[in-house]
């Protein structure tokens, strides 16, 4: 009997060791000293999946990840993609991050008045996305900030792009202001992308539209140089030089100073700032407007006011 008690209590203290051993094991955090980004790929086994965790410093020996999926059924659960491991964690937590499906979203931006083919060059540069994809129609993508998983498809931002665009362009649409001279969204899309290129100052961006507003108002050529621009890059490049005569005078439907109207589409992709001031202008009596120096613009109501500002801003350049 004495004997059956002394078993008993060498299995129980040897269970209770194991007990807070593996406690340890599980619940103690590895220090992480700095962010770090590891990756699960798809079809990795839980020993590749342990045998990274310990190479990136995460668990001190790989046997114990392995012993704790198993026991608690995890590896099913573990999903592929990019987990970003902030401070101290312990493997407990670990596993926890690794069946969340909480993976790391990377980000992509395109700035305001981008072409589409700047667009695609964008795209084609992140190494993190996938695939080819289809070459968006030039202003049907609303430039801002996207987040995105590592593998992910090309084709999924340009799609995001493209439905945040139509649902802006919409609002824009539905809540424009009632005398604008605009037969259809389309049309407040080609406004707005001119405005885009005309001014880098957000607070100008609806005394510019009111200019071109007025102008197509009272039959006016847009004279705007972004259009001539656009008609002679065709969107796929930068100028690299000042405007000639000679490219003034080129025979597109692009060129403002020869044809009347709005172009035939979008110079580039506008920002939301841009289609709101395009769909609620300034009134103002303004029809022309030249830089200031200052990285603003003069804004006149005469051509011999506009005359005297552009002066100025020779003056300024010499």
Known sequence: MKKLLLLWAVVGVAAAFLYVLGNNIINTPQKVSEPLIIQVKRGD????????????????????????????????????????VEGDISLAKLAELLTSGKVYLRKITFAEGLTAREIAEILYAEGMLDGDFEMPKEGDFLPETYTFSRGESRQKIVEQGQAAMKNVLQQAWDERDADL??????????????????????????????????????????????????????????????????????????????????????????????????????????????????????????????????????????
């Open 181 to 318: 001279p605009l037969k259809n969204k389309e049309e407040l899309l080609i406004l707005a992308s001119i405005v885009e290129k005309e001014t880098g100052v957000s607070t100008e961006r609806p005394q510019v539209a009111s200019v071109f507003v007025n102008r197509l108002k009272n039959g006016m050529l847009l004279q705007t140089d972004p259009t001539v621009i656009y008609a002679v890059t065709k969107g796929e490049k930068d100028l690299g030089r000042a405007l000639t005569y000679r490219d003034l005078a080129i025979d597109s439907p692009y060129n403002t100073y020869k044809y009347e109207g709005l172009p035939p589409t979008p110079i580039c992709s506008p920002g939301k700032a841009a289609i709101m001031a395009a769909a609620h202008p300034d009134k103002t009596p303004y029809l022309y407007f030249v830089a200031s120096g200052n990285g603003g613009h003069n804004f006149a109501r005469t051509l011999s006011e506009h005359n005297a500002n552009v002066r100025k801003w020779r003056a300024l350049n010499k």
């Open 45 to 84: 086994s839980l020993t590749t999946i342990a045998t990274m965790l310990q190479q990136n410093g995460l668990i001190d020996k790989d046997i114990y990840f392995v012993w704790y999926a198993k026991i608690k059924k995890l590896y099913p659960r573990i999903k592929a993609g990019e987990y970003l």
